[in-house]
Nanobody
């Protein structure tokens, strides 16, 4: 059984920062990749950032230069440092992890709200 536990969401003013964390636990052999998606009501879930290794990352164009994804392999944890937040970043953010031989798992989602 695998579980992803998120933390770090909240309410901030435009221009502020938040750091999201997501830890994977359970019978994990190896994590192939971890990442973050976000979704707002009425819209499709969209990729924010993913990381396979320190040298293999992918960011949505809308967050490049503002968000940074990082990973602590020893703790099976992925982070998303969000700087220069904008109201349009408001969404439910979902952690995801693809675990080798097991498949993809999702966190419960955490609300990020950016006020103008």
């Amino acid at each position: 059984q695998v579980q992803l536990v998120e933390s770090g969401g909240g309410l901030v003013q435009a221009g502020g920062s938040l750091r999201l964390s997501c830890a994977a636990s359970g019978s994990i052999f190896s994590i192939h990749s971890m990442g973050w998606y976000r979704q707002v009501p009425g819209k499709q879930r969209e990729l924010v950032a993913t990381m396979v290794s320190a040298s293999i990352t992918n960011y949505a164009d809308s967050v490049k230069g503002r968000f940074t994804i990082s990973r602590d392999n020893a703790k099976n944890t992925v982070y998303l440092q969000m700087n220069g937040l904008k109201p349009e970043d408001t969404a439910v953010y979902y952690c995801t992890s693809y675990i080798t031989t097991m498949g993809r798992y999702w966190g419960q989602g955490t609300q990020v709200t950016v006020s103008s």
